[in-house]
């Protein structure tokens, strides 16, 4: 483990931490507007889709686009701005009353909307798949009318925008049967704190050599206590390499208290809480290997890359199970290592090896770092984005 690295900054304004009048202001200070809508903010979907990316838009030197997010008790409010904006994100925001007439303003004075979203909830066709892939219980009624009814209505929310904008291509394949114009794709990104932070803990780690100490530590940051059938593909691995090698331990932090076949080595197995998303770079930074295991199924192949360059941005080797995007993100071998379902014993081992030696680890982890701070850094999704915008932004 590596266990010399910077404190995280204390005391992080987080991104959601304005007034209504104040993104207000800065929204229409830009040339072009555009409003993301959102129902309220939260660490998942919200800070990747919509506050990152505001933000980034907002810093961009010299952008003649600036943005503004609104949650639920705002939208009223915001449809009294709607014939100075150019365009409105929805994003992931079921429809209801307030959306109606928001997108009842929007029409009367032409202003586009583009959907977004990151996950397969917006065809009520896989609503099943999508309870199956989260461990729902399909007995209850009660879990029925809660997926039908959600991807139902954000179904309603998509059937109102005539653009979308998503994750990976994938999902973007998917949403462009929906709307007249088509999706595309605008990636994550990690925001300025959390990447500014980030390359603080890869530096400490550069000057150190990578040398660690103690038993070689595999983390699983879970976010979800969904991810329970997700961590069984890698968990017999994780049980088999315990069995064999008393120099490994593992760090789960999240929502996870199902081990599965881990379950015998629980003394071995350190728990962390939720915590802040600029913290949370820290635990990373301090175990050797990142584990992103994933089921197979129609709702994790699209998946985003989040896993892989947020551990990749402060120099940790990660191993993963293959989707799409996970696939264009790592050079396999070279950058990180992809594993099949059978495949998690051989990449474990292969990675804890790596760890031992830190001439090599950091030949591997150096490159991928460097990577993660290019691809997905915190300006860079502000030209996807206004790629994506400048069509109805033009007509406008």
């Known amino acids: 483990m590596f266990t010399d690295l910077p404190e995280a900054p204390h005391e992080v304004k987080d991104l959601w931490d304005s007034s209504m009048a ?8 830009g040339e072009r507007r555009v409003a993301f ?27 003649r686009l600036r943005a503004g997010w609104f949650c639920d008790d705002e939208l009223r409010a915001l449809t009294r701005i709607v014939p100075e904006l150019d365009a409105i994100v929805v994003a992931r925001y079921p429809y209801g009353a307030a959306l109606r007439e928001l997108v009842q303003k929007a029409d009367v004075h032409d202003v586009p909307l583009i959907f977004d979203c990151d996950d397969l909830v917006f065809d009520v066709g896989f609503a099943e798949l999508v309870m199956s892939s989260l461990g729902k219980d399909q007995d209850v009624n009660a879990e029925w009318d809660v997926w039908f009814a959600y ?49 603080e803990l890869l530096d400490a780690k550069v000057a150190s050599g990578f040398r660690g100490t103690g038993p070689v530590t595999i983390g699983y940051f879970s976010g979800t206590p969904s991810h329970v059938r ?6 017999a691995s994780l049980a088999r390499l315990l069995d064999e090698d008393d120099e490994v331990s593992v760090r789960i932090v999240g929502y996870l208290d199902d081990l599965g076949a881990l ?94 030696d830190p001439q090599a680890y950091a030949a591997r982890v150096g490159p991928a770092a460097e990577k993660s701070h290019s691809r997905w850094a915190w300006d860079s999704v502000a030209e996807p984005l206004t790629r994506a915008l400048e069509p109805y932004l033009r007509s406008r």
């Open 22 to 29: 104040e993104r207000v202001g800065t929204m229409l200070d």
């Open 37 to 63: 809508v959102y129902r309220t903010p939260d660490t998942s979907t919200f800070r990747y889709r919509v506050a990152n990316t505001v933000d980034a838009i907002n810093h961009v030197p010299g952008a």
């Open 151 to 199: 991807m139902g209505r954000l179904n309603a929310s998509l059937a109102a925008c005539r653009g979308a904008t998503t994750t990976n291509p994938l999902l973007a394949s998917r949403l462009s049967q929906y709307v007249e114009n088509g999706a595309a794709v605008v990636p994550n990104v990690m925001n300025r704190t959390q990447q500014a932070y980030s390359r």
């Open 230 to 235: 997700d961590f069984a593909v890698a968990s």
């Open 263 to 356: 379950e015998p080595h629980r003394e071995r197995v350190e728990f962390q809480k939720f915590m802040h998303y600029v913290e949370l770079q820290r635990s990373i930074a301090e175990v050797e290997v990142n584990i992103a295991p994933l089921s197979h199924t129609a709702f994790n192949i699209c998946k985003s890359d989040l896993k892989f360059f947020e551990a990749a941005a402060v120099g940790t080797w990660t191993v993963a199970s293959h989707t799409p995007s996970l696939d264009d993100a790592i050079d396999d071998g070279v950058t990180g290592r992809l594993a099949k379902a059978h495949e998690w014993d051989a990449a474990l081992g292969e990675a804890v090896e790596l760890a031992r």
